[in-house]
């Protein structure tokens, strides 16, 4: 991603989607003095465009061997993985023109799907999401693809909020996770909300 426009998105994070306060609730358990809304950024259509481009541009190529479908977690991985499988229809890069979705608990209606668009057994899958904290939702994604037969190419998210997540999605799955961006590019912001 070229610097100017990583610039803006951090920029766009910071002044949208970064939210500061005292006792704010985390999805992982336990509360924290800031929260990033990142739906702010992945329902925003120059933003998402900015993130698929960086998947595509700077993930993928790094992935060895290359991953052949891209999905996550809903809704963390929603909208990101919609936008990855159209840039990439767009390019003609077809193995990440097609992404998948795993949800919380089996549809009860219907197919009754657990993973949307399940990959066919073997698929090397990137996962992405939105915020990795503890890792727990992305964690939860792996073990349901690793159960359907695929294997985890890497793992990508647009904010690694510092704690243990990172770490122990690399141990336990052995790939690497990529993230955009992590609290050190906000620390101004971050600071100033210290000093009130």
Same mark, same amino acid.
């Not at 500061?20 to 985390?26: A, E, M, R």
């Not at 990033?36 to 700077?58: M, Q, S």
């Not at 052949?68 to 963390?76: A, E, K, N, S």
């Not at 992305?138 to 770490?167: M, P, Q, V």
């Given at each position: 991603?070229?610097?100017?426009?990583?610039?803006?998105? !951090?920029?766009?994070?910071?002044?949208?989607?970064?939210?500061?306060?005292?006792?704010?609730?985390?999805?992982?358990?336990?509360?924290?003095?800031?929260?990033?809304?990142?739906?702010?950024?992945?329902?925003?259509?120059?933003?998402?465009?900015?993130?698929?481009?960086?998947?595509?541009?700077?993930?993928?190529?790094?992935?060895?061997?290359?991953?052949?479908?891209?999905?996550?977690?809903?809704? =963390?991985?929603?909208?990101?993985?919609?936008?990855?499988?159209?840039?990439?229809?767009?390019?003609?890069?077809?193995?990440?023109? !097609?992404?998948?979705?795993?949800?919380?608990?089996?549809?009860?209606? =219907?197919?009754?799907?657990?993973?949307?668009?399940?990959?066919?057994?073997?698929?090397?899958?990137?996962?992405?999401?939105?915020?990795?904290?503890?890792?727990?939702?992305?964690?939860r994604a792996c073990e349901a693809l690793?159960?359907?037969?695929?294997?985890?190419?890497?793992?990508?998210a647009l904010i690694d909020r510092g704690?243990?997540? !990172?770490?122990?999605?690399?141990?336990k799955y052995r790939v690497k996770v990529?993230?955009?961006?992590?609290? !050190?590019?906000?620390?101004?912001?971050?600071?100033?909300? =210290?000093?009130?």
């Amino acid at each position: 991603m070229k610097n100017e426009s990583r610039e803006k998105l !951090r920029l766009f994070f910071a002044e949208q989607c970064l939210i500061l306060g005292t006792g704010i609730k985390l999805s992982a358990g336990g509360s924290a003095s800031f929260y990033f809304d990142c739906k702010r950024a992945t329902l925003n259509g120059e933003c998402l465009i900015t993130v698929a481009d960086w998947i595509l541009d700077d993930i993928a190529p790094a992935l060895s061997p290359p991953a052949d479908f891209l999905g996550g977690p809903t809704m =963390g991985a929603d909208f990101i993985a919609a936008a990855v499988a159209v840039r990439a229809a767009e390019r003609g890069m077809d193995s990440l023109s !097609r992404a998948c979705i795993v949800r919380r608990e089996t549809k009860e209606y =219907g197919a009754q799907n657990f993973i949307e668009n399940a990959p066919p057994s073997g698929a090397r899958v990137l996962v992405v999401e939105d915020v990795i904290t503890t890792g727990g939702s992305a964690s939860r994604a792996c073990e349901a693809l690793l159960k359907h037969g695929c294997e985890i190419a890497g793992i990508a998210a647009l904010i690694d909020r510092g704690n243990i997540g !990172r770490e122990v999605l690399e141990q336990k799955y052995r790939v690497k996770v990529h993230a955009l961006f992590n609290p !050190r590019d906000f620390a101004a912001w971050l600071e100033r909300e =210290g000093e009130q």
